[in-house]
């Protein structure tokens, strides 16, 4: 938008400049020749009051440009000049301005005894255009500066206009990435003001259906404990202890599932969470790493020392990592080495975990795909985990073999 608004108001300018600037231009060409032929008219006519007396040639000599004075008997005094049809025009009486080579002569035609003479002066070219050039310079420079100063006054107002609107998109995509407290600054035009109140309007309503929804959780939690209490009594109350115990597993698995639904509820409905990832990693590769030494995988470990906060809660980080590794032992050889990378980035962390084991299908990314005979949710977990902080999760190969997962993890 700043570019085409400045191309725009450059075209305009430029327009607008040219409608003015060739036309005075022109004007000021014209001032000059004027300016010219006007001091040697009077030149001329100075000289034309001496003709038919002695003093013509001291009169002719004081003049400081080329004077001839063509005499009716077809003398000339002065600077030698042919007697053009111009010449022969202004014998008759009249005063005549024509072009000759090299610049321009002014006839004046003046009466004496022996009849009419004509008294010429010539202009050179570099006195009709004296200070012309200089002056439509001048011109140009101002025309250029007014197409920057415009260009420049166009990008600071396309500034005022887009700069509000940038604010909306990353307010818009922190809102999309779950952090919901994330609101846009009212400025800009009247319209983008508009809009950011709408924006954050709707962020506070999805902030009050969020409220809505994890009290509807806690109400259905506490509805729930009462018919499993009496579940629990009835099954306690059977008189075949079989039948009782197989029933009393069945109401401790409905509570333990009823229970993961409620606290993912609470999960997803709570705000966002964070943890600082190399202490996450640091813990998780420690766990894993006496399996690695059992197998006698090689581990590489390059963690921050300072701690790197991300917009990921720690339970959920900890299941990632874990699908991770749990992946490289499980599709790789014993031996097999593995590298486990945690690196800071402009948007937050970046974590890498290498193997050099067989390779990867990318087909392995589509949730319940395994390559291994497992469940195949390992990746789709360690997917949605970076996606849920506003990363991205990248699978590739590295040059020497192996398989590469990165995973972005958005900064709090």
């Known amino acids: 938008m700043r570019r085409w608004l400045a191309l725009l108001v450059a075209a305009t300018t430029s327009l607008v400049l040219i409608a003015l600037l060739v036309p005075m231009a022109l004007l000021i060409r014209d001032v000059a020749e004027n300016g010219a032929l006007s001091r040697a008219t009077v030149a001329a006519e100075s000289v034309s009051v001496a003709v038919g007396t002695p003093d013509l040639a001291l009169s002719v000599a004081q003049v400081a440009r080329p004077v001839t004075v063509f005499l009716p008997d077809g003398r000339t005094i002065g600077a030698p000049a042919t007697r053009s049809d111009a010449v022969r025009l202004a014998a008759t009486g009249r005063s005549v301005t024509a072009a000759a080579p090299g610049g321009s002569e002014v006839l004046v035609s003046a009466q004496s005894s022996g009849g009419t003479a004509v008294i010429r002066v010539f202009v050179p070219d570099g006195e009709l255009m004296r200070g012309v050039r200089e002056a439509w310079l001048a011109l140009l420079v101002l025309g250029?500066?007014?197409?920057?100063?415009?260009?420049?006054?166009?990008?600071?107002?396309?500034?005022?206009?887009?700069?509000?609107?940038?604010?909306?998109?990353?307010?818009?995509?922190?809102?999309?990435?779950?952090?919901?407290?994330?609101?846009?600054?009212?400025?800009?035009?009247?319209?983008?003001?508009?809009v950011a109140m709408a924006l954050n309007h709707l962020a506070g309503r999805i902030d009050e259906l969020l409220v809505a929804e994890r009290e509807s959780v806690a109400d259905l939690s506490h509805r729930l404990r009462t018919p499993l209490t009496g579940l629990r009594l009835d099954a306690e109350s059977l008189r075949d202890p079989e039948e009782a115990a197989r029933m009393q597993a069945r109401?401790?698995?409905?509570?333990?599932?009823?229970?993961?639904?409620?606290?993912?509820?609470?999960?997803?409905?709570?705000?966002?969470?964070?943890?600082?990832?190399?202490?996450?990693?640091?813990?998780?590769?420690?766990?894993?790493?006496?399996?690695?030494?059992?197998?006698?995988?090689?581990?590489?470990?390059?963690?921050?020392?300072?701690?790197?906060?991300?917009?990921?809660?720690?339970?959920?980080?900890?299941?990632?990592?874990?699908?991770?590794?749990?992946?490289?032992?499980?599709?790789?050889?014993?031996?097999?080495?593995?590298?486990?990378?945690?690196?800071?980035?402009?948007?937050?962390?970046?974590?890498?975990?290498?193997?050099?084991?067989?390779?990867?299908?990318?087909?392995?990314l589509e949730r319940g795909n395994s390559g291994g005979g497992s469940t195949g949710l390992g990746l789709d977990i360690a997917r949605r985990t970076a996606e849920s902080s506003g990363g991205t999760l990248a699978v590739s190969s590295p040059p020497g073999g192996g398989a590469r997962v990165e995973i972005m993890l958005s900064a709090p």
Do not use: K, Y
């Open 251 to 364: 109401v401790d698995a409905l509570q333990r599932a009823v229970s993961t639904v409620i606290t993912e509820a609470r999960r997803r409905s709570a705000g966002r969470e964070s943890c600082d990832a190399a202490a996450v990693v640091r813990e998780r590769v420690r766990f894993w790493s006496v399996l690695a030494e059992d197998q006698g995988r090689e581990v590489e470990v390059a963690l921050p020392p300072a701690p790197l906060p991300v917009a990921v809660g720690a339970e959920e980080l900890a299941a990632c990592v874990d699908a991770l590794l749990g992946n490289v032992f499980a599709h790789t050889p014993e031996g097999a080495s593995m590298a486990v990378r945690l690196t800071p980035h402009e948007e937050g962390a970046l974590l890498a975990v290498e193997d050099s084991g067989p390779g990867f299908d990318p087909a392995l």
């Open 144 to 194: 250029l500066a007014l197409v920057v100063l415009g260009i420049v006054l166009a990008d600071r107002l396309a500034l005022a206009v887009t700069r509000p609107v940038d604010g909306l998109a990353r307010v818009s995509h922190r809102l999309a990435g779950g952090d919901l407290s994330a609101r846009a600054e009212l400025g800009g035009p009247p319209e983008v003001r508009s």
